[in-house]
């Protein structure tokens, strides 16, 4: 069974911290994606990466800074979290060479900023 | 940047009846995705449709398209409780990405 797994279900920081937030993929998917979710906003796109090392800012990549060390890893960092980034945090994944470009998801992390 | 756009926003529906969701979208596409969110989860791959098709069925799913009025429709027949969720419809944007439309949540009573 394909699986996406996130660091943490819920989390909570305080403004100013640094924060990462962890994405595990076990389907050996070259891309791997992070988005938030915003009530009346839907999934906005932050960082994606098609490979190891590489990364692509998305929609909203102001405040975030992403790393792909490993293939099946991609974490998302907050360099200094703020009140405004608390959100859902999704992970995904796809194939890089498919047809359909179907993304699986992980569970989510509910990121709160005090 | 948003490229579906979903109609209408919230649906409440009894068990049984068919639920009817819409998509819109603005640019041409090579296929279109509907994904299924529950409560505080993560997004679940329902259906996908290509370009060249005009409908296509799985299990209690229906989705039609409609590339000369870009649109697309999620019908549920005979829905249950369970189906309670919201459902996005996604297109392929450029180098693999998603672009997401911001949702239908569905509530099915008892």
């Known amino acids: 069974d394909v699986k996406v797994t996130q660091s943490s279900r819920y989390l909570v920081k305080r403004t100013g911290e640094k924060v990462f937030l962890e994405c595990v993929q076990d389907?050996?998917?070259?891309?791997m994606f992070w988005y938030r979710q915003d009530p009346g906003l839907g999934l906005r796109l932050i960082y994606f990466?098609?490979?190891?090392?590489?990364?692509e800012k998305g929609d909203i990549p102001e405040g975030y800074s992403v790393s792909r060390e490993k293939k099946e890893r991609f974490s998302l960092i907050l360099e200094s979290a703020s009140t405004n980034q608390t959100s859902m945090y999704l992970c995904?994944?796809?194939?890089?060479?498919?047809?359909?470009?179907?993304?699986?998801f992980g569970p989510g992390t509910r990121l709160t900023v005090t | 940047s948003q490229q579906g756009e979903e109609d209408p926003q919230a649906l409440s529906i009894q068990e049984g009846e068919n639920a009817t969701m819409n998509c819109s979208y603005k640019?041409?596409?090579?296929?279109l995705q509907w994904y299924r969110q529950n409560s505080g989860r993560g997004l679940v791959h329902l259906i996908l449709?290509?370009?060249?098709?005009r409908e296509k069925h799985s299990g209690r799913l229906r989705v039609t398209l409609d590339t000369s009025k870009k649109s697309s429709s999620l019908l549920i027949t005979a829905s249950r409780a369970a189906d309670t969720a919201s459902y996005f419809c996604?297109?392929?944007?450029?180098?693999?990405?998603?672009?997401f439309g911001q949702g239908t949540e569905l509530s099915v009573k008892p």
């Open positions: 990466s098609y490979d190891v090392k590489m990364k």
């Open positions: 996604a297109t392929l944007g450029g180098g693999g990405k998603l672009i």
């Open positions: 640019t041409s596409i090579n296929n």
């Open positions: 389907m050996d998917h070259e891309n």
């Open positions: 449709i290509r370009s060249n098709e």
């Open positions: 995904a994944s796809s194939r890089l060479r498919t047809r359909s470009y179907e993304q699986y």
